[in-house]
């Protein structure tokens, strides 16, 4: 669910942010049947035991800080804030895992070779604090696990730190989205409205490729509805407050919108 607060009458507000250092969670170390089962099944698989990284943290902290640089209405700043974000570091483990692949040589016979896969999986679990209102937001993110190998323990940290940081950004960008409102028709044929312009841009860090869902508000039982009616997407940031936008979905919908004068919601969805 999208944040709208009631900090000032701007719905694109950018709210500024303190980001204090993440705590790491030791793991509990007592062994129960199920560990112990899993230990032995991971041995027959050709896992070798569990590997804790508590010094990569300060990496996982970079990260979180890298990722809130892309976060277009969050500005990490030192001191007091809007809103704060706290963590805790619950799980950093690496992994390896034997497997043998076949080859034939020039004379056809079958030759064996022994390989090493490493694997990295990194979980942080994050709250963000509304310090006027003290609601609170927390969400784990994970990067890594068993799906992706790769050929050194630093490149399996490495990827999965580069995963926590995508979804960090599209989580905090779609609690706080954009909201944009249509300013001109663009290109239209017949009952089909191709394109149209928004009053965001450069100066929103808006970007071609970035999409927008679209709604109808109307009223029901004396409350305020939101209808979805199509998607469109940036096709050319034209100034600090204007882009073209592709209309991908709702073609009619949103000429008829258009055309019957009806309010309409825009907000950003990447």
Not at 88 to 94: M, P, S
Not at 135 to 162: D, H, M, R, V
Not at 169 to 194: C, H
Request: hydrophobic share 35%.
């Amino acid at each position: 669910m999208a944040i709208f607060t009631s900090f000032g009458q701007n719905p694109n507000e950018v709210f500024t942010l303190n980001i204090a250092p993440l705590t790491y969670v030791e793991p509990s170390k007592s062994a129960t049947v199920g560990s112990v089962l899993g230990t032995l099944a991971e041995a027959a698989a050709g896992q070798s035991s569990n590997n804790r990284h508590p010094e990569v943290v300060p990496y996982i902290e970079a990260v979180v800080k890298t990722a809130f640089a892309d976060v277009r209405r969050l500005a990490p700043v030192e001191g007091e804030s809007q809103f704060s974000l706290t963590g805790d570091v619950v799980n950093v483990t690496t992994w390896t895992k034997s497997r043998t692949t076949e080859s034939k040589d020039s004379k056809g016979k079958v030759v064996k070779t022994g390989n090493i896969d490493y694997y990295a999986s990194i979980t942080t679990s994050l709250t963000l604090l509304d310090t006027a209102t003290g609601q609170t937001w927390t969400q784990k993110f994970t990067g890594g696990g068993g799906t992706y190998y790769y050929k050194s323990e630093a490149a399996a940290i490495e990827a999965a730190l580069n995963l926590i940081q995508g979804k960090i950004v599209k989580y905090y960008n779609n609690l706080f989205p954009l909201y944009a409102q249509i300013v001109e028709r663009g290109s239209e044929k017949k009952d089909k409205m191709n394109q149209v312009y928004i009053d965001l841009g450069s100066d929103n860090g808006i970007f071609k490729g970035l999409h927008f869902n679209v709604s109808v508000v109307g009223e029901a039982a004396g409350r305020t509805t939101e209808h979805k009616i199509g998607k469109i997407k940036v096709e050319e940031v034209q100034g600090p407050d204007i882009s073209l936008c592709k209309v991908e979905k709702g073609k009619k919908e949103i000429k008829e919108a258009l055309d019957n004068g009806q309010t309409l919601t825009i907000t950003s969805i990447d």
